[in-house]
């Protein structure tokens, strides 16, 4: 089992806030772009009755008033952007064979089509 400490997303630090529940939070306070903290949870489960692991990530970045407006008070959540990523496998599947899988999520998430969608909100044609 890894240890919980700080992680880097973008150079962004998001401290250790605990595990409750077999869910590990960090957490980025004072976020100066959006004005808020922003989360990352992880949670690994398995294997289920069904012989399946299950690993969730999600990035949740609320952005946060900064100032009073005709809208809302400063502190208010105006929205936010989540990302949730799960992971699915088999309890029979070898590291090797998981190894494999996740090198081509993080080609996935580092390629121009991905890029594209999220940059642009460009779907693929």
Request: overall charge negative.
């Amino acid at each position: 089992m890894a240890s919980q400490t700080a992680l880097t997303l973008a150079t962004r630090v998001y401290n250790p806030a605990g595990t409750q529940g077999g869910v590990s939070t960090w957490r980025h306070p004072e976020d100066v772009v959006f004005n808020g903290t922003s989360m990352v949870t992880e949670a690994v489960r398995g294997p289920s009755r069904d012989g399946l692991y299950r690993i969730d990530f999600k990035i949740d970045t609320p952005r946060v008033a900064s100032g009073a407006s005709a809208c809302a008070c400063p502190g208010t959540q105006l929205d936010h952007a989540q990302t949730k990523l799960e992971t699915i496998f088999p309890a029979s599947w070898t590291k090797s064979m998981r190894q494999e899988h996740w090198d081509r999520v993080q080609s996935l998430v580092a390629s121009a089509v991905a890029t594209a969608a999220h940059d642009d909100l460009e779907g693929s044609w």
